[in-house]
């Protein structure tokens, strides 16, 4: 089993709709957590940090489940440019971050 | 500011040739990392510097691979008798002190090996 998992879609959603995407963790003791953004052929950079209360920037919506040991992301009224591939990534007990495959995400017209 | 540049771009080599890229992290970041990226895939560690302790190299896939970081700054990642399997993009991103959970990167060297 892969540290950390995600379905890697595409999830084709029509613009102005709600997305939702999960990643799961296999370290229980992972302590922090991070959704980062890739668009095509450029360098992955931090959309949001997910606290233990979720966290809400903007449409981007951020959920911690540490029973269950996932991690989502919401992103309401979906724009164009939110198309890109969204990447979970866990901090293990070191100072590692595990980063999942990806998910990505196309937002049609 | 100036972000984290790498170079080359894009490089393309023959199998059993040596490459050397390179990284120039943002100024003032301590902690350097190297990733190396296959199409379609998460990123894959493969060595961390943090000022002047010595680099967790775990993730280094081989003995072809080793990379240094001169004076705590610009880092050089070597990859000797290149193979087919090493051809990936190699992503190297940078922290600060204060926050190291948030990775600065490069726009990463494309490595074909032919």
């Known amino acids: 089993r892969k540290e950390v998992e995600q379905d890697p879609g595409p999830f084709n959603v029509p613009e102005g709709a709600t997305v939702a995407f999960n990643c799961t963790y296999s370290?229980?003791?992972?302590?922090?957590f991070f959704w980062y953004r890739q668009d095509c052929r450029k360098e992955p950079k931090l959309l949001m940090s997910v606290y233990s209360s979720g966290n809400e920037d903007g449409r981007f919506t951020a959920q911690l489940n540490r029973a269950s040991q996932y991690i989502s992301l919401l992103i309401r009224d979906s724009k164009l440019s939110d198309s890109a591939t969204y990447l979970c990534v866990v901090k293990g007990s070191n100072y590692q971050l595990i980063w999942g495959a990806g998910t990505k995400l196309i937002i049609k017209p | 500011g100036a972000g984290v540049s790498q170079s080359p771009s894009n490089k393309v080599t023959e199998k059993g040739k040596d490459v050397e890229l390179r990284c120039d992290p943002i100024s003032g970041h301590t902690a350097l990392y190297w990733y190396r990226q296959s199409l379609g895939q998460g990123l894959e560690f493969l060595i961390y510097f943090q000022g002047n302790s010595a680099p967790d190299k775990s993730g280094l896939p081989s003995d072809r691979f080793s990379a240094e970081r001169t004076g705590g700054s610009v880092s050089t990642l070597t990859i000797q008798r290149t193979q087919q399997e090493d051809s990936a993009v190699y992503l190297c991103?940078?922290?600060?002190?204060?926050?190291?959970?948030?990775?600065?990167f490069g726009p990463g060297t494309r490595l074909t090996v032919l």
């Open positions: 370290n229980s003791a992972s302590q922090s």
């Open positions: 991103a940078s922290s600060w002190k204060r926050d190291p959970d948030t990775q600065y």
